[in-house]
């Protein structure tokens, strides 16, 4: 992150999702002028990932982005896109949630504790899922899809098989 670390560190502590700031005030944390191509150019504030121009890392290390750039009258706005679960905002931007956080989310999601049970309700949601639309590809209608889970032993087969039942004794 380099120069551009006590933009990230202040970004970083703010509590608001928001920041709106004059390029001085963006200097002033910053500890230095920012170059002149900050002034003239709206992509030096872009939020396009990748190498080159380390001003990003200044706010995408610590999961914010610029918006609402104004290079006449030299303001920005930084955001933090919020995260729908609370457990998974203090990762670095970009990175996948772990799976014991994937896990809590679908806990807090489910209402389901128990892991193996929440194990096996994550893999028949799956499933059914997959089944449902491989039956709409084949014309199939929701009621179709009821009746088949409902009645069909092959349930717990593999939707392949679910989908070969269904085809043939379902949708004629």
């Known amino acids: 992150m380099g120069i551009y670390e006590p933009l990230a560190r202040f970004l970083g502590s703010l509590k608001d999702d928001s920041w709106t700031a004059s ?5 002033s944390k910053l500890g230095f002028e920012l170059p002149p191509s900050a002034r003239k150019y709206r992509q030096w504030w872009s939020n396009e990932r990748g190498k080159g121009h380390s001003q990003k890392g200044g706010w995408q290390s610590v999961g914010w982005e610029t918006s609402d750039v104004d290079l006449r ?12 679960n ?3 905002a203090g990762r670095t931007a970009g990175a996948s949630p772990s799976l014991d956080e994937l896990w809590q ?19 028949q949601t799956f499933i059914r899922r997959t089944a449902a639309q491989g039956l709409v590809e084949l014309g199939g209608t929701m009621p179709d899809f009821f009746h088949l889970f409902t009645f069909s032993p092959y349930f717990f087969t593999g939707t392949n098989v679910t ?3 269904w085809k043939s004794n379902v949708k004629r």
């Open 105 to 123: 989310r679908a806990s807090e999601l489910s209402g389901i504790t128990d892991r193996s049970e929440l194990e096996r309700a994550a893999v």
């Open 163 to 165: 989908l070969e039942f």
């Open 86 to 88: 609370q457990a998974m």
């Open 23 to 27: 390029f001085e005030q963006v200097e």
């Open 73 to 84: 009258d030299e303001r920005v706005c930084f955001v933090r896109p919020r995260q729908s």
